[in-house]
C-alpha cells in the first residue's frame, strides 16, 4: 500500500487528542501510537475487529487503564493528572457489565448515580427509562444484556456530558431497540452540544448519525477521516482490459484491492477520484464504473491484512 | 412529508434529503411558503446526525430552494421550481441510468433508443396522478 488514506484529520477544535498512545498487558500489545483526534461536536465511529484496542482506547480517556506510554487530553485536560475532571465530563457506556451489586434495584442505582452528577435532568432519566422500557424495581443481576446497557445508556445520556464514550452501546438490542437508541441519540444531539466517542464493529447499524471514522486495527489507526472523505476518496472502479494489456506502473493513489477476472478489473482505490479515472484511462483500460464503498466494504478493505 | 434515506445509496445522506425535499416540491407534497420539518424533527425520524440535516437545509438555501426565517423554521420559496426543477430531477434520473449503463457495456445511444422503446411500450392510464 502506498499510503495517502489519512490517519490525522486536519487541524481544528478538538474534543480528544491522543498522541503516541501505547499500551501492552503482559506480552499483548493493545495499542502501539494511538493518535486520536476527535473533533468538538464530533459522532465519530471507532471501528475494527475484536481485540483490536477499541475499549482499551476508551478505558484510556477515563483513566481505567493507565497507558504505557504517550498522552491523551479530553477539552484540553489530562486524562491522567485530570482524571476526576475529565469524568465528570463524560458519560460513559461499557462494554461488559459488571455490576458487583446485583441484588440493588434499577431505580436504586439510577438515584445513587445522580447524586454524583449535579447536571442530572431527571424528567429527562425518566422519559429515557420509559423510552428504553427499562422497569426500576428489577433487580440488577436480572437484567439481561440488552437491558443492562440500556441502564447504562441512560446513565450515561441523563446528565447531558459533553463528552458521551459508547463502547458497543447496541450490542444485545434487538432492532427494534437499536432503532429506538439511534432516536434518541439524534433527538440528544439536538438538544445538548455533545461530541461521540462510539466503538463498533457493527459501523452499519450507527452509520447514519456518525460524521467520523477511525479505523483501528491491532492496536493501531489505519484510517482516521470525516465519513464525506470516506464516500468520496475510497472508491471501486469497474474496468475493462484489452487483450495483452500491462498494468500501469504506479496509480497516484493507494490500491487497497485488485480484483482480476478474465477482461475486467476492479480497483478498490484511495484517491481523488478524477485523476484517477484520468490515469486508469491514459493507461489503456476503459472505465466502466466509479462508486463509493458501502461504509461495510471501505471498512473491510481499510481492514484488509494484505494492506 | 415522507422522505426516505438509503445508507447503500452512493449519494452521500444530506444529498438524498436535498433530493427528496426537491422531489417533494415538484410532486406538489410541499407548496410554497410551506415549512419543512424541523431539523430536530427530521433527525430523529430519519435516525440521522442533525448536523446533516442542517447541511441539506443550508445547500437547499444555498440554491435559492427554500429560505431560512430565524426562529421560525425553513420554508420553501418559490415554486419557479418546477420546470428548472423537473430538468434538474430528469438529469438526475438520466445520470444514474447512464452510469447503469455504462457498468453493463451499455453505451449512451442504446440506451436513449431503449427507453424510446419502452416508453412506446407503456401505455400510462388516462389523466396520471
Not at chain 1, 28 to 51: C, E, I
Not at chain 2, 20 to 44: C, F, H, K, N
Not at chain 2, 89 to 96: F, G, K
Amino acid at each position: 500500500m502506498t499510503g495517502p488514506i489519512p490517519i490525522r484529520l486536519p487541524d481544528g477544535d478538538r474534543a480528544i487528542a491522543t498522541r503516541g498512545i501505547a499500551k501492552r498487558f503482559g506480552r499483548q500489545v493493545a495499542l502501539r501510537d494511538l493518535t486520536l483526534d476527535v473533533p468538538l461536536g464530533a459522532v465519530y465511529l471507532l471501528v475494527g475487529p475484536n481485540g483490536a484496542g477499541k475499549s482499551t482506547s476508551l478505558k484510556v480517556l477515563l483513566d481505567l487503564v493507565r497507558a504505557d506510554d504517550g498522552t491523551a487530553e479530553v477539552f484540553g485536560l489530562d486524562v491522567r493528572t485530570d482524571a476526576p475532571a475529565v469524568r465528570a465530563n463524560i458519560g460513559y457506556v461499557p462494554e461488559r457489565h459488571d455490576w458487583g451489586y446485583g441484588w440493588m434495584r434499577v431505580g436504586r442505582l439510577l438515584e445513587y448515580h445522580a447524586a454524583y452528577y449535579p447536571t442530572w435532568d431527571r424528567a429527562y432519566a425518566a422519559r429515557l427509562t420509559e423510552l428504553f422500557e427499562l422497569s426500576l424495581d428489577r433487580r440488577l443481576r436480572k437484567l439481561s444484556k440488552g437491558q443492562a446497557r440500556r441502564v447504562h445508556l441512560v446513565m450515561a445520556l441523563a446528565h447531558r456530558p459533553a463528552l458521551l464514550l459508547l463502547d458497543e452501546p447496541t450490542d444485545g438490542l434487538d432492532p427494534v431497540m437499536r432503532d429506538e437508541v439511534l432516536g434518541v441519540l439524534a433527538q440528544h444531539l439536538t438538544e445538548s452540544p455533545t461530541t461521540v466517542l462510539l466503538s463498533t464493529h457493527h459501523p452499519t447499524e450507527v452509520e447514519t448519525i456518525a460524521d467520523h471514522i477511525g479505523v483501528l486495527r491491532d492496536g493501531e489507526l489505519r484510517a482516521q477521516v470525516p465519513l464525506a472523505t470516506l464516500g468520496r476518496h475510497l472508491r471501486r472502479y469497474r474496468t475493462e482490459v484489452p487483450e495483452g494489456w500491462s498494468s500501469p506502473a504506479t496509480l497516484d493513489g493507494a490500491v487497497l484491492r485488485r480484483v482480476v477476472t478474465q477482461r475486467e478489473i476492479q480497483w478498490t482505490v484511495w484517491g481523488e477520484e478524477p485523476e484517477i479515472m484520468r490515469q486508469l484511462t491514459s493507461s489503456g483500460v476503459v472505465v466502466r464504473e466509479s462508486a463509493p464503498l458501502s461504509l461495510h466494504e471501505a471498512t473491510l478493505a481499510l481492514l484488509d491484512p494484505r494492506g | 412529508m415522507l422522505i426516505a434515506i438509503d445508507t447503500h445509496d452512493p449519494r452521500p445522506i444530506y444529498v438524498q434529503i436535498m433530493d427528496e425535499i426537491r422531489r417533494a416540491i415538484v410532486l406538489g407534497t410541499l407548496a410554497r411558503d410551506e415549512p419543512l420539518p424541523s431539523v430536530r424533527q427530521l433527525a430523529v425520524e430519519l435516525r440521522v446526525n442533525p448536523n446533516t440535516v442542517s447541511q441539506a437545509y443550508r445547500e437547499l438555501e444555498r440554491q435559492g430552494i427554500v429560505r431560512v426565517r430565524r426562529g421560525q423554521g425553513t420554508f420553501v420559496l418559490d415554486p419557479r421550481l418546477d420546470g428548472a426543477e423537473r430538468a434538474a430531477m430528469a438529469r438526475d434520473v438520466a445520470r444514474r441510468a447512464l452510469r447503469d449503463a455504462h457498468r453493463h457495456g451499455l453505451g449512451a445511444d442504446e440506451l436513449i433508443d431503449a427507453i424510446g422503446a419502452a416508453a412506446a411500450d407503456h401505455h400510462p392510464t388516462e389523466g396520471t396522478s
